[in-house]
């Protein structure tokens, strides 16, 4: 158990949907990454918080957007949802967020656009 | 741009046998250099790391790693494999942003993905 926690595990949406995943990081830990892994695309960074603020981006979508709440969890909000945004996304956290920072990873949101 | 390659994407070892995972990164001055292995239905767990030093790494699993400069390869290795190792290796490396500031993505290769035979 890694201590990163995400829900829903599952989520089943149509074209054209909105939907929110969710992330809770390490304790302790203050920055958030959520990555898209997908069978084309490999495992590929979307973006990354740090305290509240974002640090880096990514290949993130227009229709994708994210934040960090004051009390560290994440979400990734999805909108207008074709077929090739079914993926598995991970969260992930590190401590102060820096390139030799060990990053812990959740289990996983897989999202299936019917 | 940094970037990491896995030339294999499939392999199959024999329970017992050794293993090596290969893993070529492109970056010019030393990267931050990482080892993680996902199984099935699974989250990432951090193998091994390297930032400096020794060049040979020791991990958890009784995985060990050597960065090679001149080779630009991080390669993975481990002398018995176990049934229980089946799953996909990915080699990563820390993004660092040229321009300054601070950045801590990473940058991940395809995978390779290990087959054990009993």
């Known amino acids: 158990d890694s201590g990163v926690t995400q829900t829903p595990k599952h989520l089943i949406t149509a074209t054209g949907q909105r939907v929110t995943l969710r992330c809770s990081p390490r304790s302790g830990d203050l920055s958030v990454y959520w990555y898209q892994q997908s069978l084309d695309q490999g495992l590929q960074f979307l973006i990354q918080y740090y305290n509240g603020e974002e640090r880096a981006k990514g290949n993130i979508l227009e229709r994708f957007s994210a934040q960090q709440f004051p009390d560290l969890h994440s979400e990734l909000n999805l909108s207008s949802l074709e077929l090739g945004d079914s993926a598995l996304y991970f969260c992930?956290?590190?401590?102060?967020?820096?390139?030799?920072?060990?990053?812990?990873f959740g289990p996983g949101t897989r999202l299936t656009v019917l | 741009a940094q970037s990491v390659t896995q030339p294999d994407i499939h392999i199959t070892v024999s329970e017992g046998a050794s293993l090596e995972l290969r893993c070529n990164y492109s970056?010019?001055?030393?990267?931050?250099l990482f080892w993680y292995v996902q199984s099935p239905g699974q989250g990432l767990q951090l193998l091994l790391k390297?930032?400096?030093?020794?060049?040979l790494v020791q991990g958890i699993k009784g995985f060990e790693a050597e960065f090679k400069r001149s080779q630009s390869s991080f390669n993975l290795r481990k002398p018995s494999v176990h049934w229980s190792d089946a799953a996909e290796y990915f080699c990563a490396v820390g993004a660092v942003r040229y321009y300054g500031g601070s950045q801590g993505n990473l940058i991940f290769g395809k995978g390779t993905k290990l087959s054990v035979k009993p």
């Open positions: 970056y010019g001055a030393t990267p931050y």
């Open positions: 992930a956290s590190s401590f102060m967020g820096l390139p030799y920072n060990e990053q812990f």
């Open positions: 390297y930032f400096s030093g020794d060049t």
